[in-house]
């Protein structure tokens, strides 16, 4: 009898939290609901301060790819971001398991060594990659593109702190049943660990999709940019149109979006697993 | 006997399988980032252009604390780590404090909106920003229309405001990411926890300060230390939502870096100097971050 009574005093009592985060919430997604807006009007209608999507969608899309190669910087980007993304994951993700797993003195020095990597800025270290890369011919390449950005101790270190919950029982009983080390890695660790690799696949292709300053360095030619590149492109024109920016916008940012919805409780599980 | 020699070369097999496992991810570090440092730490003892460089020892080191410029975006990129850290942090731990509640309805709705900016790309939210800024853009709309201003502000035209306008993109842009890690941090935690301390009468604030904050210090130290990095590499903003103006007074050390190397005349070496200063600060911020994070346990 009490518990409806208590249960509406609770949620009475949270009522500041519901405002608070539903005015957090809005200002999170206002300007994305701008961005649709703005991609969907004309440059009147939104520098009249329109929210309202409008009819002039295919006209933008239309401006855009009169001025831009949408479909190139589309097609690069998705080769850059998925080959960063199954190289990171395959290496990183056999790094973490072999300093977890196979953990000894000189293992954890070797990371402790590693982890330092996480404070050389990339400022730094594009300058003289910038010089290697031309020497190798490199530039303007997708393997240009991924050679600095397949190994990150972060990722090592995700999938290390995950391991870490992985039975060694399952270990020692796929030893007996004769599975060699390799096997063990892609038959028990790889499926166990499910989301783990989401998380990680989402973080690492949000970062390659949304690369800039790199392949700003490398891609000189104009024809191996990516969207992120295209779209900074676009604002940097004599006439600023609003709308056909946002449209390129737009198609830069669906990519993202629709890996992170679609991963996203796997996301939060790996997440969980790494802060541990 | 045998056995025991076959036992033996097992566990050599395996340790072998181990290093093998770590070998291709260590070198792609040591080749792709330990190695170009130590060659920019080289280069930033050279001065020349294209391929004919000869070591002339600090000078560039020289050159950096006397060019106005980089001074500016020196104390610039404190500014932003000063003020958006730590705001960020805190409305991140807040948010995070919120929504780890078992009473709380609509909670992955929540946990999605504020997240999602992190799915934005850098240039793409700047350029979001630059525009929602602008001199006829929404803000300013809105405001002329609550009279608060007569005629649209230039937002991005003032060196103070067009600041406050990348700090409030960054916040907007970065708070959600963090709150993921704290939200992990909390549900790492018992919730029996937070339901003893209810049962001893402790308020929100008190099992905050008593219980959030101490259990989720080495989440916060990790959030602290990405966010130093990430602010005092700061680029794709300073690049596309005000271009580093208006004359220079927004401009990041990387955004002055990028354009001493690879605009106009090309010059490596003062460049390398300006990047290795960067390192090193990011080193020594690092450390501390560390250092304090030890003594407090």
């Given at each position: 009898m009490t518990e409806p009574k208590n249960r509406s005093m609770i949620q009475r009592r949270l009522i500041p939290t519901y405002i608070f985060l539903t005015i957090f919430s809005i200002i999170s997604i206002f300007p994305f609901l701008w961005m649709i807006s703005a991609a969907t009007n004309n440059y009147i209608d939104i520098s009249k301060g329109r929210l309202l999507?409008?009819?002039?969608?295919?006209?933008?899309?239309?401006?855009?790819?009169?001025?831009?190669p949408l479909a190139r910087a589309m097609t690069n980007s998705f080769v850059y971001a998925i080959a960063v993304t199954v190289i990171c994951l395959l290496i990183c993700s056999l790094a973490g398991y072999g300093f977890e797993i196979y953990h000894d003195k000189w293992k954890d020095k070797l990371f402790s060594i590693l982890l330092l990597a996480m404070m050389v800025p990339q400022v730094a270290t594009m300058i003289p990659l910038f010089q290697m890369f031309s020497t190798a011919k490199l530039l303007n390449t997708a393997v240009g593109f991924f050679l600095p950005m397949i190994s990150t101790p972060f990722m090592i270190m995700m999938f290390r702190q995950n391991a870490r919950a992985f039975p060694i029982d399952i270990i020692e009983a796929a030893r007996i049943d004769g599975l060699n080390e390799l096997q063990i890695f892609y038959r028990m660790f790889f499926p166990t660990m499910r989301s783990t690799y989401a998380a990680a696949a989402v973080i690492t292709f949000m970062n390659a999709w949304n690369a800039?300053?790199?392949?700003?360095?490398?891609?000189?030619?104009?024809?191996?940019?990516?969207?992120?590149?295209?779209?900074?492109?676009?604002?940097?024109?004599?006439?600023?149109?609003?709308?056909?920016?946002?449209?390129?916008?737009?198609?830069?940012?669906?990519?993202?979006?629709?890996?992170?919805?679609?991963?996203?409780?796997?996301?939060?599980?790996?997440?969980?697993?790494?802060?541990? | 006997m045998e056995s025991k020699k076959k036992g033996m070369s097992l566990l050599a097999k395996q340790r072998a399988a181990g290093w093998a496992f770590l070998t291709p991810a260590t070198l792609m570090i040591v080749v792709m980032s330990f190695y170009p440092m130590v060659r920019a730490f080289l280069?930033?003892?050279?001065?020349?252009?294209?391929?004919?460089?000869?070591?002339?020892?600090?000078?560039?080191?020289?050159?950096?604390?006397?060019?106005?410029?980089?001074?500016?975006?020196?104390?610039?990129?404190?500014?932003?780590?000063?003020?958006?850290?730590?705001?960020?942090?805190?409305?991140?731990?807040?948010?995070?404090?919120?929504?780890?509640?078992?009473?709380?309805?609509?909670?992955?709705?929540?946990?999605?909106?504020?997240?999602?900016?992190?799915?934005?790309?850098l240039v793409s939210y700047a350029i979001i920003f630059r525009f929602l800024f602008a001199q006829d853009?929404?803000?300013?709309?809105?405001?002329?229309?609550?009279?608060?201003?007569?005629?649209?502000?230039?937002?991005?035209?003032?060196?103070?405001?067009?600041?406050?306008?990348?700090?409030?993109?960054?916040?907007?842009?970065?708070?959600?990411?963090?709150?993921?890690?704290?939200?992990?941090?909390?549900?790492?935690?018992?919730?029996?926890?937070?339901?003893?301390?209810?049962?001893?009468?402790?308020?929100?604030?008190?099992?905050?300060?008593?219980?959030t904050v101490p259990l989720l210090k080495p989440t916060i130290i990790m959030t602290f230390i990405m966010s130093i990095n990430g602010t005092l590499q700061l680029f794709d903003e300073s690049v596309n939502l005000t271009n580093g103006g208006p004359a220079n007074a927004t401009i990041t050390m990387s955004h002055y870096i990028y354009n001493t190397c690879f605009l106009r005349a090309p010059n490596f070496g003062y460049g390398s100097a300006m990047a290795f200063f960067v390192f090193i600060i990011v080193a020594i911020l690092a450390f501390i971050n560390l250092k304090v994070g030890d003594t407090r346990d």
């Open positions: 999507p409008g009819k002039y969608a295919v006209e933008n899309f239309k401006n855009l790819v009169a001025q831009q800039y300053l790199w392949p700003k360095v490398i891609m000189t030619d104009g024809k191996s940019l990516n969207m992120v590149m295209l779209i900074a492109n676009t604002i940097g024109g004599y006439k600023i149109d609003y709308g056909m920016i946002m449209m390129g916008v737009l198609f830069c940012s669906i990519p993202t979006m629709v890996v992170f919805f679609v991963l996203q409780k796997q996301f939060a599980e790996g997440i969980t697993g790494a802060v541990k | 280069l930033s003892l050279q001065t020349g252009r294209g391929t004919n460089y000869t070591f002339t020892g600090i000078s560039n080191y020289a050159r950096m604390f006397e060019d106005r410029v980089f001074l500016r975006s020196v104390t610039n990129t404190f500014f932003y780590l000063a003020i958006q850290v730590p705001i960020m942090l805190i409305l991140a731990i807040l948010l995070a404090q919120l929504l780890n509640n078992r009473d709380l309805k609509f909670k992955g709705l929540f946990r999605t909106c504020v997240f999602l900016p992190c799915a934005t790309s853009g929404l803000i300013n709309n809105a405001l002329v229309a609550l009279g608060i201003f007569s005629e649209g502000y230039n937002f991005l035209g003032n060196a103070g405001t067009a600041k406050m306008v990348i700090i409030i993109a960054l916040i907007w842009r970065w708070t959600g990411y963090n709150m993921v890690f704290y939200l992990a941090g909390l549900q790492n935690i018992e919730y029996s926890v937070y339901e003893a301390a209810k049962i001893d009468g402790a308020n929100g604030w008190r099992t905050f300060w008593s219980i």
